[in-house]
Each structure stands twice: as structure tokens, then as C-alpha cells.
């Protein structure tokens, strides 16, 4: 929805599902993963440029080291790796944006070498004894670049992609309908 009013940047992505990737050290399944259908010269098609992680029965720590190893070995072509970590026992919702360390200024490179960072972590919640839902650090911005490796086009009405305080709560409250936690729109 929120690519469908980039004059049809939604119909230039190529949405893979949860596909297998092979590699010598492991074989993983993300819950989606996303690339443009137009690549760059020279830009392999062998990995998507996002990942979506979610978890439910998994440990934070064990969802951050999959979005890390998305990012890593595919050195740096999955340029975003998104995690969903629900809460089973509170309506907690933490979405985290992993990506690459920005290369600093001065920097030489005699090698590729990837370093996985966290660059935003929102978290939705209900807190106890209250009805309405509470996002802290919103919007959740995914960087219009990173997903179609080719800068926004503003006459396109391209940009980067926004997940409101509003949006998350919305997904957050589906979520939770199916916990059977209950609450009120924000």
C-alpha cells in the first residue's frame, strides 16, 4: 500500500516469499524477502535487498543473529533486514531495522567487510492498566535507496517508505486481536 502511490513503484519490486537461500555455512528461510526487478550493471541477483524476520517462539538475541547473518553474508547486497519480535505474555511489539555500518569518511578498503548494525528499533506496546497503544521512536523508516538500490525520484512521488505511529499500532492491534489481548485504537 504505502509504494502503490509511488506511480507504481510497488509494481517494480519482486516479492520472493520465504524462499530458501543455500550457503556453505547454512541454509535460511526468511519470512519475506524483497528486491527491485531492475538491478544495477554489476548487482548480482543472488540476494534480496530486505529481509523480514518476525518471531514469536524466538529470543530476541536469536532474531537480531539472523538479521546480522542476512546482512553479513550476503556482504552488504541485503541491505535491510527487518525483525518483528512479538511478546507472548505482554502486547510488545519491537520492530528493528538492521542494516550496514556507514562506511566513514577516509576509510580504505582492502577487502569487503560487512558490520551489521542496528539503525532503529520502534516498539509498540499497551502499557498495563491502559487502553490506548503507545509507539515509542516512530515512524519506521525504511530508506526508498536501500530497498531499490537507485535513489527516490520526487516528480515519481518516490520516497522513502513510512510506517506511521498510526500504521504500526493498526498491525500491532491485528497481532494482538490474535493473542486475545484487547485495546484501543491511539
Not at 83 to 107: A, E, S, Y
Request: glycine letters at 6%; charged letters at 25%; one cysteine or more.
Amino acid at each position: 500500500m504505502k509504494l502503490a502511490g509511488m506511480n507504481g513503484a510497488n509494481l517494480s519490486l519482486d516479492w520472493y516469499g520465504a524462499a530458501d537461500k543455500r550457503t556453505p555455512s547454512r541454509t535460511k528461510k526468511p519470512n519475506q524477502q524483497f528486491a527491485p526487478q531492475d538491478l544495477p550493471e554489476g548487482r548480482s541477483d543472488e540476494w534480496p535487498t530486505m529481509v523480514m524476520e518476525s518471531g514469536f517462539s524466538e529470543s530476541e538475541s536469536q532474531l537480531d543473529g539472523d538479521a546480522m547473518w542476512w546482512v553479513k553474508e550476503s556482504r552488504g547486497d541485503v541491505r535491510m533486514a527487518i525483525t518483528i519480535l512479538v511478546d507472548r505474555r505482554k502486547p510488545t511489539i519491537v520492530f528493528r531495522q538492521w542494516g550496514r555500518r556507514p562506511v566513514q569518511t577516509g576509510q580504505t578498503h582492502t577487502r569487503v567487510l560487512v558490520e551489521p548494525v542496528p539503525q532503529q528499533s520502534v516498539v509498540v506496546s499497551k502499557p498495563h492498566g491502559q487502553s490506548t497503544v503507545s509507539v515509542s521512536n516512530g515512524p519506521l523508516t525504511l530508506p526508498f535507496s536501500d530497498l531499490f538500490l537507485a535513489q527516490p525520484v520526487d516528480t515519481k512521488g518516490e520516497r522513502d517508505i513510512e510506517f506511521m505511529d498510526a500504521d504500526l499500532g493498526a498491525i500491532a492491534r491485528k497481532v494482538w486481536d490474535k493473542q486475545e489481548f484487547t485495546c484501543s485504537p491511539p
